[in-house]
């Protein structure tokens, strides 16, 4: 009978591991970095090229490697960090498996020049599939560089399924962000086809934080310090105020390393219980140490998972701090009711007080027909600029729509009828499709409508935020988007998008970041349909006009005016229908 059971080769074996050490560009980075951190490095220089798919270069300063440890660190399972198995029970490095070079070399073509003394010169070689294809010297200081080439090209199927070209340059930036800000003593750099992205000195935790996330981060963040016998708690969360439905700005680091974990979220988000609702996420940077023998890292390849050994008594502890810090701060409502609302008022002296003084105008006279007319001109302009600046059906359009019989019906249906049928329509769906085929002849418009504003919005983001912004810039603003100001991480809009709610124009900012809207071709057929899709979805919009019994009029012609009017730009129901015979039969 024919063997159905076959011995895998070293070769293939290497591959198949590597897969769940090294799943995308950002995962050469991440493993890299935290070997030169292992290696007491004071600076770590990132380069990337053509996101990260032709080249990935780490180099170091940390205490380098003799010509015998460069010829064994690319082997499986070959490490510096551990000797013994009780040594996985007292971890104080990031990496401890011995897999990440010998992963990378077997996806990858790889260079290593590295030295551990100080005779100026580095040993080098190149390793292919795993096995050294060359072997030179050349001069150097102390330190490792690491150059990772064609990423994935022996395994072309993996290549393939990589997310397009700005979204594996965002997981580096992310991963970028999460090493420095874990390490604000180790001075950072990443350039990616020859532009420098960052440039971080050596400093302490806040600054490092403002460097990476802009200034105008200072004034959202609460500061947390916490120390016990089972845990010490650093770091820094947000003030409810500045809180948004986007889970970007949520990093846990536990003994010096990134993790995530759902439970101590949920004591976080707990915490936060009466001040935010339900969909509102909760944003912050802690760093949590615990007794390294408490803590199991050993659950993943990826060492992101972790499990801790008090996990019920950590999530009370971060749960009672975070509350804690957001009373100390003032940010929770304090009322004190042994206060005599009698004298909390402020005294003033009778003396001192002024009889206030009213300006008016004496030569006002409504009946004068040069002041009429003067200020019905100017009343005219203003209503004018009103209506077409903030209103998405116009006057024009609401006296030539055609009448339905209509009524609404618990503030979210219109009920109407055609000749054969009674229609119950979804008022908010109904305005997604109207807003998206709206949205979709706007693109191709040569110029559009834009409501100006009397206060322009400034607004700031980290640098992967703002680079995914700076890529939509041209098409927001030919959308009716003004921007006074586009750089340096800040954005300064003088002119929003009438559909838009001018308070909530930062959450469609972040709507537009968190739905990865440059990775369109998951979700559409060209980045303009997707991004008209996310618009006519935003929980920005300004959805008040709608309660008014003329605009649901013209909704509806709107609505059976589309291309499609059945079903919204998601596939959702707009109305259902109740013919005659169905009514009918209910009467029997």
């Not at 590295?114 to 070689?125: F, H, L």
């Not at 990589?162 to 979204?167: A, E, Q, R």
């Not at 947390?224 to 889970?247: A, Q």
């Not at 991480?489 to 990865?516: C, R, W």
Request: charged share 25%.
């Amino acid at each position: 009978m024919k063997a159905i059971i076959n011995k895998l080769s070293a070769d293939l074996i290497n591959k198949i591991a590597a897969g769940e050490v090294i799943q995308r560009p950002s995962s050469v980075v991440k493993e890299l970095v935290e070997n030169s951190i292992d290696a007491n490095a004071k600076n770590i220089n990132i380069i990337i090229k053509d996101y990260g798919k032709s080249l990935i270069e780490i180099s170091d300063d940390g205490g380098g490697m003799s010509n015998r440890d460069l010829n064994l660190c690319f082997l499986k399972h070959t490490t510096s960090k551990i000797t013994k198995s009780s040594d996985l029970f007292s971890l104080t490095t990031k990496g401890f498996r011995g897999e990440a070079i010998s992963s990378i070399s077997s996806v990858a073509k790889v260079t290593i020049s590295s030295s551990n003394n100080k005779s100026g010169i580095r040993n080098i070689i190149s390793v292919v599939n795993g096995v050294i294809a060359d072997k030179k010297e050349e001069g150097g200081l102390n330190g490792t560089k690491i150059s990772v080439r064609n990423l994935f090209y022996n395994l072309p199927a993996r290549r393939k399924f990589l997310k397009s070209d700005n979204v594996e340059l965002r997981h580096i930036m992310n991963e970028f962000s999460r090493q420095s800000l874990c390490h604000p003593e180790i001075a950072f750099s990443l350039k990616h086809n020859d532009k420098d992205l960052y440039k971080l000195n050596k400093s302490n935790l806040k600054e490092r934080v403002i460097r990476l996330f802009t200034k105008s981060i200072n004034k959202k963040l609460v500061p947390i310090n916490e120390n016990t016998d089972i845990v010490k708690i650093k770091g820094y969360i947000y003030k409810p105020d500045f809180l948004n439905k986007s889970r970007s700005m949520q990093y846990f680091f536990v003994n010096g390393r990134f993790v995530k974990n759902h439970y101590l979220n949920h004591s976080i988000i707990t915490a936060y219980e009466g001040l935010i609702s339900s969909e509102i996420k909760p944003s912050y940077i802690l760093f949590i140490d615990v007794p390294k023998q408490t803590i199991d890292v050993n659950v993943h390849p990826n060492k992101i998972e972790v499990k801790f050994e008090n996990e019920s008594s950590l999530y009370a502890i971060l749960r009672s701090c975070v509350r804690h810090s957001l009373g100390k701060f003032s940010i929770t409502p304090n009322i004190d009711f042994t206060d005599n609302i009698n004298i909390s008022s402020p005294i003033f002296n009778s003396n001192s007080l002024n009889t206030p003084k009213i300006d008016f105008d004496r030569n006002y006279d409504p009946f004068h027909e040069n002041y009429t007319n003067k200020n019905l001109e100017k009343s005219q302009f203003i209503n004018e600029s009103w209506n077409s600046s903030t209103e998405i059906f116009s006057e024009k359009d609401l006296q030539e729509s055609i009448h339905y019989s209509n009524f609404n019906f618990l503030k979210r249906f219109i009920i109407t009828k055609t000749k054969s049928e009674l229609l119950i329509v979804d008022i908010k769906r109904a305005y997604q499709r109207v807003l998206y085929e709206r949205i979709l002849s706007e693109i191709n418009n040569k110029k559009n409508v834009s409501q100006t504003l009397i206060f322009p919005i400034k607004l700031s983001y980290s640098n992967v935020d703002f680079q995914v912004l700076l890529k939509l810039k041209d098409v927001l603003t030919h959308l009716g988007f003004i921007f006074e100001k586009f750089v340096s991480n800040e954005i300064q809009i003088s002119g929003i998008h009438p559909v838009f709610d001018y308070n909530m124009v930062d959450n469609f900012f972040n709507e537009l970041i968190q739905k990865d809207i440059l990775n369109y071709v998951d979700h559409s057929t060209s980045i303009n349909d997707y991004l008209a899709k996310l618009i006519c979805i935003s929980k920005s919009l300004n959805l008040s006009h709608l309660e008014s019994e003329k605009e649901q009029a013209l909704l509806l012609n709107q609505l059976f005016a589309c291309k499609e009017s059945m079903i919204t730009p998601n596939g959702k129901k707009i109305y259902i229908s109740f013919e005659h015979n169905d009514i009918k039969k209910r009467f029997i």
